[in-house]
């Protein structure tokens, strides 16, 4: 399930549409779309257009993974929160965004959905660090979902990613990933497809 950040709080896209919905005047969000409505900025459950959209993952690859020593630690107030960025990797997104403005971006992340504070804290550091990024571009599906089921996608859709399952998931969904190497990953052999250092620089 794809989540959105509202002014009211997070919520399923699937409930944003009906609120959208109402709030236009509709009695639903499939009259809507019946009588030729659209939310846009990429919240419709299909792309007309097949415009180019990037996907960021967030942890390991907008900020460096961090070895907890058990599970427990997952859990812990602070632990998402506190990841330090990957410059190399959050100022080419940055200057990426401000070079190609007519390219949406976002940032879709997974999530424990049984922790109090995995979601919040990932929507914090996003606000922090990537203040540029519109609160309606942070996606959160839980761990476990596929991130490729998120609606709104089209054969353009791009994934930037360090794991190569989600990667597999994504172009198997027929979109077009791209693995992040940070430094702890890379070395197997289960993707084969393309690859980008977070050591580049935006230049």
Known sequence: MRYVKTNIGTMPVEDYREIIAMQWGYDSYQQMKRLGGRIGNGFDDSDIDGSPI????????LAEFRYAKTID????QGYFLNLK???GVLNGIKAF????PEIPVYVLSAYLGDSKYALQEKSMWLDKYLP????????FVKCG???ADVPCVNEN????????????DWEKAGFKGIKLLNGINGEGKKWQGDRISSSLTPD
């Open 85 to 87: 960025p990957i410059d």
């Open 54 to 61: 990037l996907y960021v993952d967030l942890d390991g690859t």
């Open 157 to 168: 859709a791009f994934l930037l990613d360090d794991h190569s399952q989600n990667l597999l």
């Open 97 to 100: 965004m401000k070079r190609y």
């Open 132 to 139: 540029e990024l519109e609160d309606e571009h942070q996606l």
């Open 145 to 147: 979902e596929i991130k």
């Open 73 to 76: 630690t997952l859990y812990e």
